[in-house]
Every structure is written in structure tokens, then in C-alpha cells.
């Protein structure tokens, strides 16, 4: 608990005494904050590259990617730690295998659901049908959306989207036309599953394409204690800066809402920590 002492000291010397009496509230509820395990579930049909997104996006080799048979059979439950906590990462079983299997995953899909931070609901980019996944995602996932999750349908492996020869290797950009049938099929899956166009992401795990993107917008859906957790655990490549900035602004509000929380004072005083944010930033900035 040194680190939080420090911040204590800090503060002194800039003439803010804490009482003792609060610091070891402050220091719980910090403790609580930082030593989260942020929980991703990675869901979606065998095959469409689950295992793949999660190694591109976090960048360990922890789960498993096969070529031809369904490999992931049992929820992994896979603790990555890029950074100081570690993320609970659920690459779950694929979906649409068979009757008897939907009826198994979708028990344990809906169990999984309340425990999770944020979804991802990976889609292959080249299918031509979803209905298997309409029918779980309308049953489990919607009613969860609707009480304010953050949730994401990600549509992988757009690089094989039509006229695929036009995928540039060396950019692993896509060519004018495929871009063009890549937008025309994010806008038809967000009618499909009734989401704002914003909430499906075109992303090639393979090619490395598309993942900035997503994580600035998982970042951008999760509340403010967990955004720079959340970061801290993503591949350095895949961390824009505007990302980074919103995981410190997001750490810092949380900061400043529990000591001001804790210590009683006045509304006005309140307004006054709240505006000179910078200049706590500039105390704790060593942190
Ligand atoms: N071209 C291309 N292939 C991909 C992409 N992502 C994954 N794949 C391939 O798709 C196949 C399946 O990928 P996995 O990551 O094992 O898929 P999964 O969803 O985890 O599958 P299960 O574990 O069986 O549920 C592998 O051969 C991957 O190399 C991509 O973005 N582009
Ligand atoms: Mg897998």
C-alpha cells in the first residue's frame, strides 16, 4: 500500500492534509479500482476466428486457433496479464454445431452474461446467413444489451470479402470495391441484429486490420473505472492515443470521485476539486 502513501504525501506537501481517518477508506476503495480483472467474452460460431481475435487483440498466444475442426469445446477461461491484473478473457464454445450443442451453450451463455464487462460477438465476414446466431443473440444477448452492457458484433476476416483479390498484402488494406461491400455488409448485419451501425466492426484478425478501431471503441463503452484496466491488458500496437487519453481521463475522474466521495465537504468545494482536475493530475501525475 507504499503507492497510496505516497499519494498522501503528495498532497501534504501541497498542503492538502488527509485525516487518517479517511486514508484508509481512500485506500480501500483505490485498492478495488486498480485490482480489478476486467471479464471479455469472445462469443460467436465455430470457426469465425474467436481464438484468433483474442491472440491478434492481446497479443499472447494463450488460445488455441484451429484450421478445419471446431477447437474450442469447453469455455476456455484464459487469464491473460499483459498488465498489473490480468484479464479474464472467455473464449466460449462456438454456436450452430448442432440442435443438442445450442441447447448446452445457450444455458451456459446465460449464465456467463451477467459476469461479463463487455461482449464481442464475432461474425465471419464471407457468411452468407446468420439465422443461428439471430436466434441466440434476439433469445440471450438482447435482453442483457438492454439493461446497458457494452456489447460489440465483430465481423472478422473481411479480407475475404468479395472481390477478395483485392485485399492488399502489403497495406493489408482493402481495395475500393471490397471496401465498399465491407461497409454495405456492416450495414446489413446492424439491420439484422438491430444495432446502431457503430456497434458492428469490421476487423480482420489475420491481417491485423480493424483492431485500433475496436479497441477505442471498447474503450469508449466501458464505464470509467474500467477503461485504462481494460487497455492496459491490450497489445501496445492496438492502443491509439486518443484511447490512452480517455483510460487517463476515465482513472483520474474515478480518482477524484472517490476521495471526494469520502471526505465531507462541502458542494462547492466538490466543484472546485472537480475544476482543478489538472492540477491533481499534475500531483499524482508520478503515479
Ligand atoms: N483470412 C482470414 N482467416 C482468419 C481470420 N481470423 C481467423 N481466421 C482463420 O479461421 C480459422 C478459425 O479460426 P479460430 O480462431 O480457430 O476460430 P474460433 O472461432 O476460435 O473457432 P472455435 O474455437 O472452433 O470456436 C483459422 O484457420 C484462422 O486462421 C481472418 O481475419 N482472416
Ligand atoms: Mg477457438
Given at each position: 500500500m507504499s503507492g497510496y502513501r505516497n499519494i498522501f504525501e503528495s498532497l501534504e506537501k501541497q498542503g492538502v492534509v488527509i485525516d487518517p481517518a479517511y486514508r484508509e477508506s481512500i485506500e480501500k476503495r483505490l485498492n478495488s479500482v486498480m485490482s480489478y480483472q476486467p471479464r471479455v467474452g469472445v462469443f460467436g460460431k465455430?470457426?469465425?476466428g474467436k481464438s484468433s481475435l483474442c491472440n491478434a487483440v492481446f497479443?499472447?498466444?494463450?488460445c488455441k486457433i484451429c484450421?478445419?475442426?471446431?477447437?474450442?469445446?469447453?469455455?476456455?477461461e484464459v487469464i491473460l496479464s499483459m498488465?498489473?491484473?490480468?484479464i479474464k478473457l472467455l473464449d466460449v464454445p462456438g454456436i450452430g454445431e448442432s440442435v443438442e450443442r445450442d441447447k448446452e451453450y445457450g444455458e451456459l451463455y446465460k449464465n456467463l452474461l451477467p459476469e461479463l464487462d463487455i461482449v464481442l460477438w464475432v461474425l465471419k465476414g464471407?457468411?452468407?446467413?446468420?439465422s443461428s446466431d439471430e436466434i441466440f443473440y434476439k433469445k440471450l444477448v438482447r435482453p442483457y444489451i438492454d439493461k446497458g452492457r457494452p456489447f460489440f458484433i465483430v465481423l472478422n476476416q473481411?479480407?475475404?470479402?468479395?472481390?477478395?483479390?483485392?485485399?492488399?498484402?502489403?497495406?493489408?488494406m482493402p481495395g475500393v470495391k471490397q471496401a465498399q461491400n465491407i461497409e454495405e455488409k456492416r450495414r446489413s448485419v446492424a439491420s439484422i441484429f438491430d444495432?446502431?451501425?457503430?456497434?458492428v466492426i469490421a476487423v480482420s484478425a489475420n491481417e491485423r486490420y480493424g483492431l485500433i478501431e475496436l479497441v477505442d471503441n471498447v474503450v469508449h463503452s466501458l464505464p470509467k473505472d474500467k477503461k485504462a484496466i481494460l487497455l492496459e491488458e491490450v497489445k501496445e500496437e492496438n492502443r491509439s492515443s486518443s484511447a490512452k487519453q480517455e483510460a487517463k481521463n476515465g482513472f483520474w475522474d474515478t480518482v477524484i470521485d472517490i476521495v471526494t466521495d469520502i471526505i465531507p465537504v462541502a458542494p462547492v468545494v466538490k466543484g472546485v476539486i472537480k475544476a482543478g482536475k489538472a492540477i491533481i493530475e499534475k500531483i499524482f501525475s508520478w503515479w
Open positions: 465455430t470457426g469465425t497479443g499472447q498466444d494463450v484450421d478445419v475442426a471446431a477447437c474450442t469445446r469447453a469455455p476456455q498488465g498489473k491484473n490480468g464471407d457468411d452468407r446467413a446468420f473481411v479480407d475475404k470479402i468479395e472481390p477478395f483479390r483485392e485485399w492488399n498484402e502489403a497495406t493489408k444495432l446502431p451501425l457503430t456497434s
